[in-house]
Structure formats: structure tokens, C-alpha cells
Nanobody, 119 residues
Framework: QVQLVESGGGLVQAGDSLRLSCAFS????????VGWFRQAPGKEREFLAA????????HYADSVKGRFTVDRDNSKNTAYLQMYSLKPEDTAVYYC????????????WGQGTQVIVSS
């Protein structure tokens, strides 16, 4: 069974950088697309970025394009979200998710990691 475990969240100041990690287990990591999402209090879950199994193709939401970078290391079964120039509005619970190649919806989710950006 696929399991995802996020880590790396915390309290930072505006302008700081932070890297989140997502450890994948239970299946063949290279067969999955990994995406990152976040949910702020009172708001809907928001797609941020995804990196495909080929480790080359990426997708970013306009809200984070140029500030966030999604990466993956298939040899370590781990995905990363590098965040730069953080803003207070980036405060949210951040989730990684995975879906097999060709699937439309993400069907495996981590428990989330909290990121708080103080002004």
C-alpha cells in the first residue's frame, strides 16, 4: 500500500526559504506522478506543483511559479518542494500526493506538514 510522509514544515519569517520532503513507500516510485498541494484555514485545497515520473516534466500553479521548485529523487523514493521568498499568505498545511501514470486523480495523500510564515 502506498504511503506518503511529508516533513520539513515549520515556522519561518517572510523572505525565508524552506524545503519540504515527501517520502514514498509501498510501490514503485518511478511509476507515479507526485504533486504538492496546500490548504490554508478557511480555503479550499490548492494545487501547487507536480513532477512527472520521467523526472523532467513539471507543472506549476501561477501562484507559485518562479518561487517554488518541485523535484524528485527516484533513487531515494522522495519528492521535494523547495520554497523561496516565502510570504505570510503561503501559510498553510502542505500535502504531497501521488497518482499512477495515466490516472486522472491523485489517490494517495500524505498527512500534511504545517508551514507558518510570519511577517
Amino acid at each position: 500500500q502506498v504511503q506518503l510522509v511529508e516533513s520539513g514544515g515549520g515556522l519561518v519569517q517572510a523572505g525565508d526559504s524552506l524545503r519540504l520532503s515527501c517520502a514514498f513507500s509501498g510501490s514503485t516510485f518511478s511509476m507515479y506522478v507526485v504533486g504538492w498541494f496546500r490548504q490554508a484555514p478557511g480555503k479550499e485545497r490548492e494545487f501547487l506543483a507536480a513532477r512527472l515520473w520521467d523526472d523532467r516534466t513539471t507543472h506549476y500553479a501561477d501562484s507559485v511559479k518562479g518561487r517554488f521548485t518541485v523535484d524528485r529523487d527516484n533513487s531515494k523514493n522522495t519528492a521535494y518542494l523547495q520554497m523561496y521568498s516565502l510570504k505570510p499568505e503561503d501559510t498553510a498545511v502542505y500535502y504531497c500526493a501521488a497518482k499512477p501514470r495515466g490516472e486522472r486523480n491523485y489517490n494517495h495523500w500524505g498527512q500534511g506538514t504545517q508551514v507558518i510564515v510570519s511577517s
